[in-house]
């Protein structure tokens, strides 16, 4: 079975401090994905990554940066987090080619 | 911008009853996914159509795709208390990988 852990459920931070999230898959996939889900809006991608190294914006990418220095690991770095950040951000991750991704639980960020 | 829209966005039903839940898209697909998310929890794939099929089955789902309409159906039949969660239509438009998610419908069985 495919596993995808993230490396907190629940998150308090203040504003104007500097968050990694960070995201393991242990199924050699290639493709790794950040999303954020908010009431209404349903998830909406903010990075993707195809490759070690490599990064993609997605459709809301500021105020974000992200990191791949290993395959199996996609960091997301909120450089300076603001309370319109606080959301609920689901990493996720594919084989390249295949359809579906498959999702870690998901980090509830609360920025105060 | 927002490729899916469910319909509807919450849904309650009884025990044994059928729920049904659409999606409608914007543009050409290469294929619609369906996913379910539990409350507070990751989302989990169910279903996968591809833009030339017009219905799958899995299990107590069924899925119907009217390309011509760009809409999406998703059936359980028979459903259970556990069958309680949120379910996300996704579609992806070619082989990038990436995928557009709805707003979701949000499924309560009552016992």
């Not at chain 2, 999406?72 to 309680?84: E, H, K």
Request: proline letters at 2%; glycine letters at 8%; hydrophobic letters at 30%.
């Amino acid at each position: 079975d495919v596993k995808v852990t993230q490396s907190s459920r629940y998150l308090v931070k203040r504003t104007g401090e500097k968050v990694f999230l960070e995201c393991v898959q242990d199924m050699d996939h290639e493709n790794m994905f950040w999303y954020r889900q908010d009431p209404g809006l349903g998830l909406r991608l903010i990075y993707f990554s195809y490759d070690v190294k490599m990064k993609e914006k997605g459709d809301i990418p500021e105020g974000y940066s992200v990191s791949r220095e290993k395959k199996e690991r996609f960091s997301l770095i909120l450089e300076s987090a603001s309370t319109n950040q606080t959301s609920m951000y689901l990493c996720a991750s594919t084989l390249s080619g295949e359809e579906t991704q498959y999702f870690g639980p998901g980090t509830r960020l609360l920025v105060l | 911008s927002q490729q899916g829209e469910e319909d509807p966005q919450a849904l309650s039903i009884q025990e044994g009853e059928n729920a049904t839940m659409n999606c409608s898209y914007k543009t050409s697909i290469n294929n619609l996914q369906w996913y379910r998310q539990n409350s507070g929890r990751g989302l989990v794939h169910l279903i996968l159509i591809r833009s030339n099929e017009r219905e799958k089955h899995s299990g107590r789902l069924r899925v119907t795709l009217d390309t011509s309409k760009k809409s999406s159906s998703l059936l359980i039949t028979a459903s259970r208390a556990a069958d309680t969660a949120s379910y996300f239509c996704a579609t992806a438009r070619g082989y990038t990988d990436k995928l557009i998610f709805g707003t979701g419908t949000r499924l309560q069985v009552f016992p």
